[in-house]
């Protein structure tokens, strides 16, 4: 894909969230003093505030804004600028997604698909849970949005998904043929690498540790060693006095591969046979005792394994082929005025 095509196919990523912003409910004052505004002025404000109108509805300036604001930070965070020839062009495919959802969301709520409360508060709690900061406040705040307002916008999406399964998903078939034809083509996504899988006991060290400290934290692992040397069960132990968040689990790391551990850590377990325990291991966290559970050798994972993934790759693909179709008969049936210049 050129690079105009990887940066375009950013502005599809944008399309769920671009337009979060922005959406509360207008001023009753600003509401009143625009109906009694002339029309001609009506229409210069209808212009700088919207950047679109579909079937009479507005797709904002702020939104539209937010969108190429969301699009600029996905190229960003690829490495990639476009030049000035090639912004009106992203400005449209931004403008154009928006067009798009608008017409989904009209069209749902046409067909009157809603989704219950429950959905929609599922839907909340798993963005909460999964928020960057651990503050969902702050969130909305970066997003100016109140938590209503986001609500209406996933009860909007979810509405908008149930049109899309009933309309498109429901209707698209992956044969067996061309999940094994995806496999055949594209067997590098499938090899897996060597892979351990270890359990190990942490006690930690500060980076800035005093010689006595570090000593101090030595004589500790060496007396936890003669514990496990005197057969005492290594999960135990590790649930007991290990300092790294794994002792929950007894130390388990479960598996990792090459380049996921600190290189002291990653020698030592890659060169264990599995049901060995370490001597001890010194890394910048601090001293080690690494138990080798398990391994796995370097593979490649098996049709049968991989059919459901692909299977959902390539009817995600249809999908998206059949979308841009079913978007376009919308937009036939549509008043599209565009207000803003790209």
């Known amino acids: 894909m050129n690079r105009f095509g990887i940066i375009a196919s950013a502005a599809v990523v944008s399309l769920f969230l671009a337009g979060c912003g922005n959406t509360r409910a207008e001023d009753k004052s600003s509401t009143k003093a625009k109906n009694e505004a002339p029309a001609s002025t009506q229409k210069k404000e209808e212009v700088s505030q919207n950047a679109a109108l579909v079937n009479g509805k507005p797709i904002t300036m702020a939104n539209y804004e937010l969108g190429i604001d969301q699009l600029n930070r996905q190229m960003a965070m690829s490495g990639q ?26 069209e749902a709520a046409k067909r009157g698909l809603t989704v219950d409360d429950a959905e929609v508060n599922a839907q909340l709690e798993a963005y909460k849970q999964h928020s960057p900061t651990g503050d969902f406040s702050e969130v909305l705040k970066h997003m100016n949005m109140t938590e209503a307002a986001l609500k209406d916008h996933i ?10 399964d009933e309309d ?33 006991i942490l006690v930690g060290v500060d980076k800035g540790a005093t010689a006595e400290q570090k000593a101090q934290a030595l004589e500790k692992i060496k007396g936890i060693q003669k514990r496990l040397q005197n057969g005492e069960d290594f999960a135990a ?34 060169s264990m046979k599995v049901g060995d325990t370490s001597d001890i291991v010194e890394t910048e966290f601090g001293y080690h005792i690494i138990k080798l559970t398990d391994k796995k050798p370097e593979g490649t994972v098996s049709f049968d394994e991989a059919k459901p993934r692909i299977e959902q790759h390539l009817k995600a693909q249809k999908v998206a082929e059949e979308m841009s179709k079913y978007i376009d008969s919308l937009k036939a049936k549509a008043k599209i005025e565009i207000l803003v210049k790209s």
Do not use: W
């Not at 600028?81 to 009209?106: F, H, S, T, W, Y």
């Not at 009860?155 to 899309?164: G, Y």
């Not at 090459?258 to 002291?264: L, N």
């Open 81 to 106: 600028k476009p030049d000035d020839k090639e912004m009106p062009a992203l400005k449209q495919k931004v403008l154009d997604n928006l067009i798009g959802r608008e017409l989904l969301r009209q």
């Open 155 to 164: 009860a909007s999406q979810l509405a908008v998904k149930k049109l899309v």
């Open 168 to 200: 498109l998903a429901s209707k698209i078939v992956v044969t067996p043929e061309e999940a094994k034809k995806f496999y055949d083509e594209n067997q590098n996504m499938f090899k897996t690498p060597e892979m351990v899988r270890a359990s190990h």
């Open 237 to 270: 132990v590790a649930k007991e006095v290990s300092d790294c968040p794994s002792k929950n689990q007894g130390g388990d790391l479960n598996f990792f591969s090459k380049g996921q551990m600190v290189p002291p850590f990653e020698k030592a377990a890659f």
